[in-house]
């Protein structure tokens, strides 16, 4: 963990569920506030495999905020997913058991870890395991919609983004800076 460590008196679990956009973005935000402030960040992206994700660039240049992404650059059948879908989804639980055991990180983002429950690519059970074997003094972010109410339980804040309207049901694809 950073030199902040001793700053940040407890650490808590975050989740931002819901229909609407800006889960990531949120989870993106607060990285990069914790970022500013000299801490260690560090993201994981269930599902998610394409390289021209905007966030991917812009970490580049700020060295104490690193992005790990587990997933095929395909959408995911959430009622017949595919095998190397799960592979990764635990290879992306694995990877976030390691930084919590290493201690050396403040902000752990686990990016659309809700979507992988849902999609039963990893358990709840899993999650809550992760959970509480966090250091007391790291911050935990869930991200994606659905969340299960074992989550949403065990958590310390949750924000539900509802949507109210989105260009995508005017026919606007995803836009280079906005959603990708």
Excluded: C, W
């Amino acid at each position: 963990m950073s030199e902040h460590k001793e700053e940040q008196h407890q650490g808590l679990v975050q989740v931002y569920t819901g229909t609407g956009k800006g889960k990531t973005s949120a989870a993106l935000g607060l990285g990069l506030r914790a970022a500013g402030h000299g801490f260690e960040v560090y993201m994981i992206q269930f599902m998610k495999g394409q390289i021209n994700y905007g966030e991917l660039q812009a970490v580049k240049h700020i060295p104490n905020f690193t992005i790990r992404q587990y997933g095929r650059p395909d959408f995911v059948d959430k009622s017949n997913p595919n095998p190397e879908d799960i592979k990764l989804a635990q290879e992306a639980l694995d990877h976030a058991r390691t930084i919590i055991e290493k201690k050396d990180v403040d902000f752990l983002i686990l990016d659309e870890v809700n979507v992988a429950i849902d999609f039963g690519l990893i358990t709840d059970k899993e999650v809550i395991m992760l959970i509480k074997s966090r250091p007391p003094n790291m911050e935990l972010i869930l991200t994606g919609r659905d969340a299960p109410p074992s989550i949403i339980k065990i958590a310390d804040l949750v924000s539900e983004v509802k949507e109210v309207k989105h260009p995508y049901q005017k026919g606007v694809a995803a836009r280079k800076g906005v959603e990708m």
